[in-house]
Structure formats: structure tokens, C-alpha cells
């Protein structure tokens, strides 16, 4: 799983002078509960897609942070209101999320040769549009086709109507930023549960940013 997280941060340290432009987000919070149905109505947001690590929980955990259920299970809970989880993880952790998380559209773009697959894991039922068995190559964030593909799975819900809500500036925030989609920078929960190499990549993206 750690090799996963090298691969990202490794990708991201070397793309960072050009996507330094692109990781300001539109809101700073604290955390995940600065998103609620006011905040969310008063923006016209309709549909909203998530990191998890950092975000929703601590490095691979297992449930969202207690601090943060009751309100995650009110908005989730919405009915006028759509979600997507996008997670930079391998395989075993996406597996896991989607019985973590089973009242979201866990999403997943793979780089298939006839083009882009989307997978899409929702209240147990697991589909690929296009049909067709994807390769092993996932698309991660900051990529901006995975935030227009998840805007696609929420019943394509148009970049004005959505928050992309994560606690990394080039991966979260970028993502958003390439797509044109409204985005919400949390402050990293758990920063110490991350592994050394990680916080360390975490340190410089904030410094990029102009945060300390
Ligand atoms: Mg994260």
C-alpha cells in the first residue's frame, strides 16, 4: 500500500513546478464539518466528491473518524444531495473503502487501451462504463478526467454544482482546479499517522502553497 503513496508523491514532487499554479483551493476549513447542507446549499453544490486519507479519516483507517460521523452520516444520509469518494489508494484499500463507505459512489478511473474505463462501487453494486474488463493502470489525482468522470457517475451533475473536498494541494485541489470544479482544503487529520515520507511530501505541497 506504501508503494502506492510513493508512486503519487514521487509523480507529484516531480510535476509540482507545474502544478503550482493550479493548488490554491476556493475554501480553507479545519476539517470535513465546515462542509454542511447550509454551506453546501448556499453554493449551489449539488454533488460533492471526497478524499478520504486525511480527509475522512486517519491513513488507512478503517471508519470515518468519530469526531466526524454523525455529520458525515447526516449528509450522506441527503437525499438532495450526491457523493463521490476519489482515492489515490491501490486495489486492496479501494476493496476496503467500498465497505467502509457503502452510501457513496466510490469511483475509479483506469486507463484502458479503447480509453478511459469508469468503475463505480455503489450500495454493493459494482459497474464499468464503458463495459469491459479495465487494465491495471488507475488514473490518480490530480487528474482532471477523474473528477469529469465522477461528475458523470453522480448523473453528470455540471462543474458549477460540484466541491471537490480533500487535504492535499496537488492531488485534491489540483484535480479540482484542472477540471474547473470548486474545491474545500481540510487541514490533514491525523498528519502523524502518515508514513515519514508522506508528512514530508505533505510539507513541502503546503510550502508550495504558501501555507507553513
Ligand atoms: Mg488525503
Redesign the pocket.
Known amino acids: 500500500m506504501l508503494r502506492d503513496w510513493l508512486d503519487t508523491t514521487t509523480r507529484v514532487l516531480r510535476d509540482l513546478p507545474r502544478l503550482r499554479q493550479h493548488i490554491q483551493p476556493t475554501f480553507r476549513f479545519q476539517d470535513v464539518r465546515a462542509v454542511d447542507r447550509a454551506f453546501l446549499a448556499r453554493h449551489g453544490i449539488r454533488g460533492v466528491i471526497w478524499?478520504?486519507?486525511?480527509?475522512l479519516m486517519a491513513y488507512h483507517g478503517h471508519a470515518i473518524a468519530s469526531e466526524f460521523g454523525p455529520h458525515m452520516s447526516a449528509l450522506f444520509g441527503d437525499t438532495t444531495l450526491q457523493h463521490a469518494i476519489v482515492s489515490n489508494c491501490d486495489e486492496t484499500r479501494f476493496d476496503e473503502l467500498t465497505r467502509i463507505l457503502p452510501d457513496a459512489a466510490l469511483i475509479r478511473l483506469y486507463d484502458a487501451p479503447g480509453g478511459p474505463v469508469t468503475r463505480c462501487v455503489r450500495r454493493g453494486v459494482d459497474s464499468l462504463e464503458p463495459a469491459g474488463p479495465p487494465n491495471a493502470l488507475a488514473i490518480r489525482k490530480p487528474s482532471a478526467a477523474l473528477i469529469l468522470a465522477s461528475a458523470e457517475a453522480l448523473g453528470g451533475l455540471g462543474a458549477e454544482q460540484l466541491l471537490v473536498v480533500?487535504?492535499?494541494h496537488c492531488t485534491?485541489i489540483a484535480s479540482a482546479n484542472l477540471a474547473g470544479v470548486r474545491s474545500a482544503k481540510v487541514a490533514?487529520y491525523r498528519r502523524n499517522t502518515f508514513p515519514i515520507i508522506v508528512q514530508l511530501a505533505q510539507r513541502l505541497e503546503a510550502l508550495a502553497a504558501g501555507r507553513r
Open positions: 478524499d478520504v486519507d486525511g480527509t480533500g487535504d492535499q485534491d490533514t
